[in-house]
């Protein structure tokens, strides 16, 4: 089994609606996102995903988020943009990808939001 990644970021603020503490006044992010993709088959390259083509995915949902401010954006009407929403939110969009395959899948989406703090969904 191969398991690779890429990683890309994003800079974003937020603010979490309910919480007690300095984290419910706005505030930003320079936010990381590592997408991790597992597999057994590789391609005639030798290659399992190609990481240019696996990070311009990733990229591309990341754009939607890149110098906003989260909780005004129609993805978190419903629920606080934190870094465990976020993660979910990147997993299943990504993992609609036409770059992966039966035997070729997304297993996670980290996202950090310092360089101390991840947060990893998978399903
Ligand atoms: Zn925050």
Redesign the pocket.
């Known amino acids: 089994m191969y398991e690779i990644s890429v990683r890309a970021a994003f800079e974003a603020a ?3 609606n309910g919480y007690n503490g300095k ?1 419910s006044r706005l ?1 930003g ?1 320079n936010w990381t996102v590592e997408a991790v993709v597992c597999g057994e088959n590789l391609d005639k390259l030798g290659m399992l995903v190609d990481f240019k083509i696996l990070k311009a995915e990733l990229k591309k949902i990341l754009d939607e988020f890149d110098h906003r401010f989260l909780n005004e954006l129609e993805t978190f009407a419903a629920e606080n943009p934190t870094a465990e929403n976020l993660a979910r939110n990147i997993f299943r969009k990504l993992s609609t990808s036409e770059i992966f395959s039966a035997s070729t899948k997304l297993f996670a989406v980290k996202v950090h ?1 310092s360089p101390n703090s991840c947060v990893t969904y998978y399903e």
Do not use: G
């Open positions: 937020h603010f979490i984290c505030h992010h939001e």
